[in-house]
């Protein structure tokens, strides 16, 4: 079984750039949740897809914004970059959307606005 | 408006000796909690959880007590070992509509277990 994959790993980029994260969810997970981690601070929800579609959003403007596709795996985008967007982004996948699901968390894709 | 609350960043404990964790919530609505465990360059990764209608639950090293009346919880691990080096994240979901699994963490305690 595979986990949550991520890509890519690492990323530079420069204000006011545009960038695109995926992320590939657990074999059998419907629901995918990105969660924004800055340094010294717990991970921070962004939004949740679930069966394709936006089940809930954090407290982020609507430059983030992401998508999910048929088989699962989700997009996270983010235009007009902030130095403060610099952070670890998770993204989580569980078998379905309910608050008792256990979500299993990526290894995050680190993004550096310069 | 930080709803879980880690207040202590850091905690250093000899191999071998308890480490007690603490986490403090402030949404009455929260009725699920949950511990997670980071190591540099991994996601959080599940540890264990305790339902509001619980006090206590174990699992072998380790303990997550609650504290409703304190909106207080803490994770206890026995014996301590260097492997459990890690940042520690306490966190809840909200029970509402619309992303009812979204997670509010708390800000995570570095724990360092010396050998």
């Known amino acids: 079984e595979t986990g949550v994959t991520q890509s890519p790993t690492h990323l530079i980029k420069t204000r006011g750039q545009q960038v695109t994260l995926r992320c590939s969810s657990q074999s059998g997970h419907n629901t995918v949740s990105w969660y924004q981690q800055a340094l010294g601070q717990g991970p921070q929800f962004i939004f949740q897809y679930y069966r394709e579609e936006e089940n809930g959003r954090g407290n982020f403007p609507p430059r983030f914004s992401g998508l999910q596709f048929p088989n699962y795996s989700s997009e996270l985008n983010v235009n007009a970059l902030e130095l403060d967007d610099s952070a670890l982004y998770l993204c989580?996948?569980?078998?379905?959307?309910?608050?008792?699901?256990?979500?299993?968390f990526g290894p995050g894709t680190r993004l550096t606005v310069l | 408006d930080q709803q879980v609350k880690q207040n202590s960043p850091s905690l250093s404990v000899q191999e071998g000796r308890i480490s007690i964790l603490n986490c403090d919530y402030t949404?009455?609505?929260?009725?699920?909690f949950l511990w997670y465990k980071k190591y540099p360059a991994e996601g959080p990764t599940f540890l264990i959880s305790i339902s509001s209608i619980k006090d206590k639950n174990e699992d072998g090293r380790f303990t997550v007590f609650l504290n409703k009346s304190a909106k207080h919880l803490s994770l206890h691990i026995v014996p301590s070992q260097p492997g459990d080096s890690a940042v520690y994240f306490c966190a809840a979901p909200r029970g509402e509509a619309g992303a009812n699994s979204k997670l509010t963490f708390g800000k995570g305690i570095t724990l360092s277990v010396r050998p």
């Open positions: 949404n009455s609505m929260f009725d699920y």
């Open positions: 989580a996948s569980s078998l379905d959307r309910g608050p008792y699901n256990e979500q299993f």
